[in-house]
């Protein structure tokens, strides 16, 4: 059953708000930072030294009519391969870095209906933590266990705080750009439908900050199709240190006919980096356009060829009956 809970709380967190302070909230409780004396605050947003304790706390919210019981732990955050959406490491997995840094004050806490809990945080950085930004989040599990659907597998539902700590240190901000794949689908006659074709590509944060990549698609070469240049949607607004990402885009307008190479640019912080694929494209009405073509062409050769001996032997025959 904690095997089918790891899931669910990529889910939680993968759903909330695209932007680095995104709340979390499932509708049923919900757990975020304490507020401070000046700014409410959706995020843990903490600068940090090596070697040093940090303390902070966190507010859990139960908006049902019932009481709720959650078991609390610090988890490690990451990217998914799957769309580059902000997900944690489960309660019973292994925890690395902020994971392994954190702790609350109560592993375990009852919610009184329609009621709030603060709970204490502590962070313990360690000696050696490696300059840059770590991140991971406060997590509240619900303790009571569900039916999964369509699965005889019980799930439990979590919801997460996100906790961003930056260690002192040089910031090297670095991105790259791995395994472009180019994969056609033109119409079989230019022109009788768009190209709905797919740039696949892998993103890497090679530095040690959080980064929210730009990236772009240019085509070079010769080609027909629509424009030489388009920018990517869909790209993770947080790429944590040391994560990759493997995305595609569709792309309506791409080169229907032609050569040439597709080149994938991210850029972020200074830092950029290109891939590129190349590409043949000759859709199937050419190709039968030039077959016919070579085809009509090798008829009238075979038919002069065939009428050259016929003319020199008229010609003969007409010199013969001159004589």
């Given at each position: 059953?904690?095997?089918?809970?790891v899931?669910?709380l990529?889910?939680v967190?993968?759903a909330?708000s695209?932007a680095?302070?995104?709340?979390?909230?499932n509708?049923?409780?919900?757990?975020?930072?304490?507020?401070s004396a000046?700014?409410?605050?959706?995020?843990f947003?903490?600068?940090?030294?090596?070697?040093?304790?940090l303390?902070d706390?966190?507010?859990v919210?139960?908006?049902?009519?019932?009481a709720?019981?959650f078991?609390?732990?610090?988890?490690d955050a990451h990217?998914?391969e799957r769309d580059g959406?902000?997900?944690?490491?489960?309660?019973?997995?292994?925890q690395r870095?902020?994971?392994a840094?954190g702790?609350?004050?109560r592993?375990?806490?009852t919610v009184?209906?329609r009621?709030?809990?603060?709970?204490?945080?502590?962070l313990?950085v360690?000696?050696?933590a490696?300059?840059?930004?770590?991140?991971g989040?406060?997590?509240?599990v619900?303790?009571?266990v569900?039916?999964?659907a369509?699965s005889?597998?019980?799930?439990?539902?979590?919801?997460g705080?996100?906790?961003?700590l930056r260690?002192d240190?040089p910031?090297?901000?670095?991105?790259?750009v791995?395994d472009?794949?180019?994969m056609?689908?033109?119409?079989s006659i230019?022109?009788?439908?768009?190209?709905?074709?797919t740039?696949?590509?892998?993103l890497r944060n090679?530095?040690n900050?959080?980064?929210?990549?730009r990236v772009?698609?240019?085509v070079g070469g010769?080609?027909?199709?629509g424009?030489?240049?388009r920018?990517?949607t869909d790209?993770?607004a947080?790429?944590?240190p040391?994560q990759?990402?493997?995305?595609?885009?569709?792309?309506?307008?791409?080169?229907?006919a032609?050569?040439?190479?597709?080149?994938?640019?991210?850029?972020?912080?200074?830092?950029?980096?290109?891939?590129?694929?190349?590409?043949?494209?000759v859709?199937?009405?050419?190709?039968?356009?030039?077959?016919?073509?070579?085809a009509?062409?090798l008829?009238?050769l075979?038919?002069?060829?065939?009428a050259v001996?016929?003319?020199?032997a008229t010609?003969a025959?007409?010199?013969?009956d001159?004589e």
């Open positions: 059953m904690r095997a089918a809970s899931a669910l990529l889910l967190l993968t909330l695209p680095p302070a995104g709340a979390a909230d509708g049923e409780w919900s757990v975020k930072p304490a507020d000046i700014t409410p605050r959706a995020a947003e903490l600068p940090a030294r090596p070697g040093t304790t303390s706390r966190a507010v919210t139960n908006t049902t009519d019932r709720l019981t078991r609390l732990y610090v988890a990217n998914t959406g902000l997900a944690v490491r489960g309660i019973e997995e292994t870095d902020v994971g840094w702790r609350p004050e592993d375990v806490i009184p209906a009621s709030a809990v603060t709970v204490g945080i502590t313990r360690p000696q050696d490696s300059p840059g930004d770590h991140v989040a406060l997590v509240a619900d303790d009571r569900r039916p999964g369509g005889h597998l019980g799930v439990q539902r979590g919801v705080a996100r906790i961003y260690v240190g910031q090297r901000p670095g991105v790259a791995e472009v794949r180019f056609a689908q033109t119409p230019p022109w009788a439908g768009a190209a709905k074709s740039v696949s590509y892998t090679t530095g900050v959080n980064l929210d990549p772009s698609v240019h010769v080609y027909l199709g424009p030489s240049e920018r990517l790209v993770p947080e790429l944590l040391g990759k990402v493997r995305l595609s885009a569709s792309w309506s307008g791409a080169p229907l032609g050569w040439g190479d597709v080149t994938v640019t991210a850029t972020a912080d200074g830092s950029r980096d290109s891939g590129s694929d190349t590409f043949l494209e859709p199937w009405f050419i190709v039968g356009c030039l077959a016919l073509l070579s009509v062409g008829t009238t075979r038919r002069r060829r065939r001996p016929a003319a020199r010609r025959a007409r010199s013969a001159h």
